[in-house]
C-alpha cells in the first residue's frame, strides 16, 4: 500500500534555531519527492522536487534530502523565522500508466516561536 | 496574475443544499485536479481531468460531480450536501504528461461548512 509518513506530527522551535523534519515512504513505482509549505488558509506551496538521483537539493534555508534505498527524506529548516510557521507536507509522486499519483503525507505543523 | 483560482473563499451552506465551487487556472496547464483536505490537514485527490478529459476518480460519492468546460476550468458540484462534506477544497493544476511533477500549483482552498 502507498503511504507517506511524516514526524513529527508537530513542533515548536525558537526563532532562530534550526530543526529537521522526517519523512519515510512506501510507494512505488517511485518518480520524485517534494516539500510543500501550507500557510494556514492558503493552498500548499511548492519548496523543492527531488528525482531517484538527487540526494539534496536546497531551496534558501530549505535544505532536502533523499535516500532512496532506505526511502527517507528530511526537511532541514536553518535559522528558522517566524514565517516559517507553517504545514509542511511530504508528496510522494508514483508514475501510474503515463499519469502521476500523488501520495500526500498528514504534515508536520511548525510553529516558530519568538 | 498567473494563478490558480478558486471561488467561492468560504461557503456555508445547510444540509441537503446543492452546490458548485469553481475553479480556473491560466497558466497553459493540460491537467487540473480536485483535492479535498479533512479536519487532520490530510490532502486526498478526488478528481482529474486531462483535457477535458476524465483520467483519475477516485472513490467519492456520486453527489460530487466535476465538470470540464474547457481546460482552463474544472468546477465541482456537490448534491445533498452532507455535515461529512465540510472540509476544505483545493483546486491544482499541471502540465500534462510531466513524470517530473514541475509546475504543479494548488489554489488557495474553498472551506466549505455544511451545518
Known amino acids: 500500500k502507498n503511504q507517506v509518513e511524516q514526524s513529527p506530527q508537530s513542533l515548536i522551535i525558537l526563532e532562530g534555531k534550526n530543526c529537521t523534519l522526517q519523512?519515510?515512504?512506501?510507494?512505488?513505482?517511485?518518480?520524485?519527492l517534494r516539500w510543500y509549505k501550507q500557510d494556514t488558509g492558503r493552498g500548499p506551496v511548492s519548496l523543492t522536487i527531488?528525482?531517484?538521483?538527487?540526494n539534496t537539493k536546497s531551496n534558501g534555508r530549505y535544505t532536502a534530502t533523499l535516500d532512496a534505498d532506505t526511502k527517507q527524506s528530511s526537511l532541514h529548516i536553518t535559522a528558522s523565522q517566524l514565517s516559517d510557521s507553517a504545514s509542511y507536507i511530504c508528496?510522494?509522486?508514483?508514475?501510474?500508466?503515463?499519469?502521476?499519483?500523488?501520495?500526500f503525507g498528514t504534515g508536520t505543523r511548525l510553529l516558530v516561536s519568538p | 496574475d498567473t494563478a490558480v483560482s478558486q471561488t467561492p473563499k468560504y461557503l456555508v451552506t445547510q444540509m441537503g443544499n446543492d452546490k458548485s465551487i469553481k475553479c480556473e487556472q491560466n497558466?497553459?496547464?493540460?491537467?487540473m485536479y480536485w483535492y479535498k483536505q479533512d479536519s487532520k490537514k490530510f490532502l486526498k485527490i478526488m478528481f482529474s481531468?486531462?483535457?477535458?478529459?476524465?483520467?483519475i476518480n477516485e472513490t467519492v460519492p456520486n453527489r460530487f460531480s466535476p465538470k470540464s468546460p474547457d481546460k482552463a476550468h474544472l468546477n465541482l458540484h456537490i448534491n445533498s450536501l452532507e455535515l461529512g462534506d465540510s472540509a476544505v477544497y483545493f483546486c491544482?493544476?499541471?502540465?500534462?504528461?510531466?513524470?517530473f511533477g514541475y509546475g504543479y500549483t494548488f489554489g488557495s482552498g474553498t472551506r466549505l461548512t455544511v451545518v
Open positions: 508528496v510522494v509522486s508514483a508514475m501510474n500508466t503515463g499519469f502521476q499519483k500523488l501520495v
Open positions: 527531488m528525482t531517484f538521483s538527487e
Open positions: 481531468y486531462n483535457n477535458k478529459e476524465l483520467i
Open positions: 519523512c519515510n515512504y512506501t510507494v512505488s513505482p517511485f518518480s520524485n
Open positions: 497558466l497553459g496547464h493540460d491537467t
Open positions: 491544482a493544476s499541471s502540465p500534462s504528461a510531466v513524470p
